[in-house]
């Protein structure tokens, strides 16, 4: 990646003094122990307007506590995290921590119940013991960590909840990876003033310090990293291609899953009006896109927009279908 940036570097660097054109900018970032209260995050992002503080989401406790779950789960101690298929009714989830113990020779395992977390009225994650009021220390040790970092959760923006709202807020400027397992991202000329005001703001959110002290020391930290990399691209021939080939990439990978969804929309059926909805939705926002990829894709351009039309106008059908009631697979409720 670093030889890359330097190739495309010393190219943008010579078709800017030959008077080239701005394609866009190349942008990376760089996350580490990202740690920051929703809201916070949430007001950077929405620097760059108010569509992109929506990409930083509040988090259900339910899923919070799975994720805590995900992360606090494994161990040696003998200890086994499992959620209740079906808990009690005054909580949506709720997960039990249990010892694992071996019978003797070969007559099996059990496992015996030794705390609780569960997701509280007030929307709160708590770790309980078993429901006799008793529990395991150990158990309760596990469970009291897995509840803390449920409820941090909730308030808090992690590193992959960052990341993702990044990717987001590429995708909404008409951004396209530059390569397959992302990392690297190309954002059109008209755009790159919105990313750079984000990304600003982020790093700015972002910058770490120390929340709580003892005894002289910082015990508690809250942010993290995020360090963005910006690098103009010019039109040269190597960034022309380069940038033509993320875009179709991308363009292809977007349109084969759209075919796929009305593939299944036809055969299938949807049960729910709204997937249709959203996907006519996302092939207006496609148009879009491929509206500032012209000057590079070239012909292909003209290709990209037949397909987008053939598929949209597909779905639009079946949206008709839909709400006749014409299709297999639906429900004539309102989604």
């Given at each position: ?5 330097s190739?495309?570097?010393?190219a ?43 990409l930083?989401?509040d ?49 099996g ?30 158990c ?77 020391a ?27 080939a ?43 896109r ?8 070239a ?7 037949a ?17 006749a ?11």
């Amino acid at each position: 990646m670093t030889q890359n940036i330097s190739i495309l570097s010393d190219a943008a660097t010579q078709a800017k003094a030959n008077g080239a054109n701005h394609l866009g900018d190349f942008v990376s970032w760089d996350t580490e122990s990202v740690s920051v209260p929703r809201a916070d995050l949430r007001a950077a992002f929405a620097v760059a307007g108010a569509q992109f503080g929506a990409l930083i989401k509040d988090v259900d406790p339910a899923v919070a506590l799975f994720r805590a779950k995900a992360t606090l789960s494994s161990g040696a101690d003998g200890l086994v995290v499992k959620a209740f298929r079906s808990p009690a009714k005054d909580t949506p989830a709720s997960i039990g921590v249990s010892r694992y113990m071996e019978q003797p020779g070969e007559e099996g395992v059990s496992l015996t119940l030794g705390a609780r977390v569960r997701v509280a009225p007030n929307g709160t994650v708590v770790a309980v013991g078993r429901p006799d009021g008793t529990y395991d220390d150990d158990c309760m040790l596990r469970a009291q960590a897995i509840a803390a970092l449920a409820n941090h959760l909730i308030g808090y923006a992690v590193t992959a909840d960052l990341s993702l709202a990044a990717v987001n807020a590429i995708r909404m400027i008409g951004g396209v990876p530059l390569r397959k397992r992302g990392g690297a991202y190309f954002v059109p000329a008209v755009f790159t003033g919105a990313w750079r005001k984000l990304s600003d703001a982020v790093a700015q959110a972002c910058g770490a310090h120390c929340t709580a002290e003892a005894g002289g020391a910082c015990v508690a930290w809250e942010g993290g990293t995020f360090e963005p990399t910006i690098l103009e691209l010019y039109d040269s021939p190597r960034a022309v291609a380069t940038v033509a080939a993320a875009a179709s990439s991308s363009f292809e990978a977007e349109l084969s899953e759209l075919t796929g969804d009305l593939r299944k929309a036809r055969e299938e059926g949807f049960t729910k009006r709204a997937p249709l909805v959203d996907r006519i939705a996302l092939c207006e926002q496609l148009t879009d896109r491929a509206k500032l990829y012209e000057s590079v894709l070239a012909g292909a351009a003209d290709e990209i927009r037949a397909s987008i039309d053939a598929i949209k106008a597909g779905l639009e059908l079946e949206l008709g279908a839909y709400d006749a009631g014409k299709r297999p697979g639906k429900v004539t409720a309102a989604a």
